[in-house]
């Protein structure tokens, strides 16, 4: 699928927390997070947002020219951290200080996510509504994992739905056999990519 990606930088920052917003507002985990609709409405883009700051400061953000599709990319270098990530602490303070889950999310995911080897992290990729099913996630994703097969670098993720696990499965992404199970709540599913030749 011939699709027009850019690179976004911190003029696009808005557009893209609006279409990270909208493209979870019902997802398992953003529900979880955020049970009360209202709610949600009104914090989800924040905490959204900094995930957005954290790819614009240390990743890469691709996003579809017509502004329906973004994927946000991290680079993860060998080696257990050597401080506590600040991020979960941040997205609770930001979005919802008062909302546990806001940082448990983060602090869960965080303490499965593999450190043995370095990789390219994809922290979330969102396709508006309204063309989700074109395989345009698919082509979001195709640069970067080209670019890993060719240098040798495995890449993972967390899906946070049964349908969009199918989709990494289709990319070559493995369950690696533990989910990430919320308190009562749903699971995620921790997916490794080997690099993968010709």
Same mark, same amino acid.
């Given at each position: ?18 279409? %990270? ?41 691709? %996003? ?59 922290? %979330? ?45 289709? %990319? ?27």
């Amino acid at each position: 699928m011939g699709v027009r990606i850019r690179q976004a930088d911190t003029a696009d920052r808005e557009q893209v927390v609006r279409l %990270l917003d909208e493209s979870f507002h019902d997802d398992p985990v953003s529900s979880w997070v955020f049970p009360d609709v209202t709610h949600r409405r009104a914090v989800h883009g924040k905490f959204l947002g900094v995930f957005v700051d954290v790819a614009l400061d240390e990743g890469r953000i691709d %996003l579809l020219e017509d502004g329906t599709a973004v994927a946000l990319w991290l680079p993860v270098p060998a080696g257990a951290p050597t401080e506590e990530d600040p991020t979960p602490a941040l997205m609770r303070a930001t979005a919802d200080p008062d909302n546990e889950r806001a940082e448990l999310v983060g602090k869960l995911t965080g303490a499965i996510h593999p450190h043995d080897r370095a990789h390219e992290y994809l922290l %979330l990729i969102a396709v508006s509504p309204e063309r989700q099913g074109e395989g345009i996630g698919a082509a979001l994703m195709a640069d970067v994992l080209e670019r890993c097969d060719r240098d040798g670098v495995p890449a993972y993720l967390e899906a946070s739905s049964a349908r969009s696990r199918r989709l990494y499965e289709r %990319l070559g992404f493995t369950f690696m056999g533990t989910t990430v199970d919320l308190p009562d709540g749903p699971a995620m599913w921790p997916m490794w990519r080997e690099p993968q030749a010709g």
